[in-house]
Nanobody, 121 residues
């Protein structure tokens, strides 16, 4: 099995910063893209940021210039540095990993359990 363990969520005032981390472990064999999604109450899950194995990045327009995604391949970990947070950033943030695991060559999506980010005005 593949486990994704997230950390770093919490409550912060508008204008503040948080850093999310997500570490993949277990039977993960190779990782292609890693990313962060979020889901606010009553809304669909949306892509926040993604990073490929070659470190190319992609961001939602709403977070460009404020969030930075990075990864540590040696640790199978992806980070999301969130600055200048706004109340509309409030959501549950989910880590996503596209990879393969030992004994299964199919590229699959794996998800973390989610971490709550709340930004107060």
């Amino acid at each position: 099995q593949v486990q994704l363990v997230e950390s770093g969520g919490g409550l912060v005032q508008a204008g503040g910063s948080l850093r999310l981390s997500c570490a993949a472990s277990g039977s993960i064999r190779s990782i292609n893209a890693m990313g962060w999604y979020r889901q606010a109450p009553g809304k669909q899950r949306e892509l926040v940021a993604a990073i490929t194995s070659g470190s190319s990045t992609n961001y939602a327009d709403s977070v460009k210039g404020r969030f930075t995604i990075s990864r540590d391949n040696a640790k199978n970990t992806v980070y999301l540095q969130m600055n200048s947070l706004k109340p509309e950033d409030t959501a549950v943030y989910y880590c996503n990993v596209k990879g393969t695991r030992y004994g299964d060559p199919v590229l699959r999506n794996y998800w973390g359990q989610g971490t709550q980010v709340t930004v107060s005005s």
